[in-house]
């Protein structure tokens, strides 16, 4: 069964500096996608960045970028130059491929809180 | 584009009344998603429409819960005789025919006294 493990449940980082967040997952499916996304405290899920198994660089949208390693099955989100508007909880997600396609519902891990400090 | 738009954004029942939530996809999006939050814990999957079908509800609970995404007008969750334990977060999600992404809802939060 597909899963995805967010290991951290909470980080902290200095405004400023870069912060890196981790996922890992498990699949036996060749094709699937990486997601993640971020959730403030007003509640709302907010897409960050997608990556797709068969890309041959990571994804990057600006000041995120996904460190994509297929051998060890990990997704990281890396945010650079860290602000406190970032401050959030960030989950990772997996599509499910039940449907093969694009299509599919998303398989979330638990998350991690990330706190931002002035 | 509007994004995706879901009403009410809260709502608060007793136990044994009905629930529903409505869900608009973005404009030109034709896959709908339903998922669920509980505190402090990620979205769980709970069904998956396309437009007058239930392609996959796997996640649903058996009884008191239904969804629809008729031709016309918004996807509904509905949650017959509510308990305590419904009280969550409820996120709709839609993407377009062959798009992978899912743009998210800013989610109903029921709460169940």
């Known amino acids: 069964a597909q899963k995805i493990t967010q290991t951290q449940p909470g980080m902290f980082v200095q405004e400023k500096e870069a912060v890196t967040l981790d996922c890992t997952y498990d699949?036996?499916?060749?094709?699937?996608?990486l997601f993640w996304y971020k959730q403030p405290s007003s509640g709302e899920m907010i897409f960050l960045i997608y990556?797709?198994?068969?890309?041959?660089q990571n994804a990057t949208e600006g000041r995120y970028s996904l460190n994509f390693q297929k051998a060890r099955k990990s997704a990281n989100l890396v945010i650079s130059a860290s602000q406190l508007g970032d401050s959030a909880m960030y989950f990772c997600?997996?599509?499910?491929?039940?449907?093969?396609?694009?299509?599919?519902?998303?398989?979330f891990g638990k998350g991690t809180k990330l706190s931002v400090k002035p | 584009n509007a994004g995706v738009m879901q009403n009410p954004r809260h709502l608060v029942r007793r136990r044994g009344q009905e629930a529903r939530l409505r869900c608009s996809p973005m404009?030109?999006?034709?896959?709908v998603y339903w998922y669920r939050q509980l505190p402090e814990e990620g979205l769980k999957f709970m069904v998956y429409?396309?437009?007058?079908?239930?392609?996959?509800e796997s996640g649903m609970p058996k009884e008191r819960f239904s969804a629809e995404f008729p031709k016309e007008g918004p996807s509904i969750l509905r949650i017959q005789q509510v308990v305590r334990g419904d009280s969550a977060a409820y996120f709709c999600?839609?993407?377009?025919?062959?798009?992978?992404?899912?743009?998210f809802g800013p989610g109903t939060r029921l709460l169940v006294l």
């Open positions: 699949t036996s499916d060749p094709s699937y996608g």
């Open positions: 997600a997996m599509r499910d491929v039940n449907y093969g396609g694009s299509q599919g519902n998303l398989i």
């Open positions: 404009k030109g999006h034709s896959h």
């Open positions: 999600a839609s993407s377009p025919p062959f798009g992978e992404t899912q743009y």
């Open positions: 429409l396309q437009k007058e079908n239930i392609i996959d």
């Open positions: 990556q797709g198994s068969y890309d041959q």
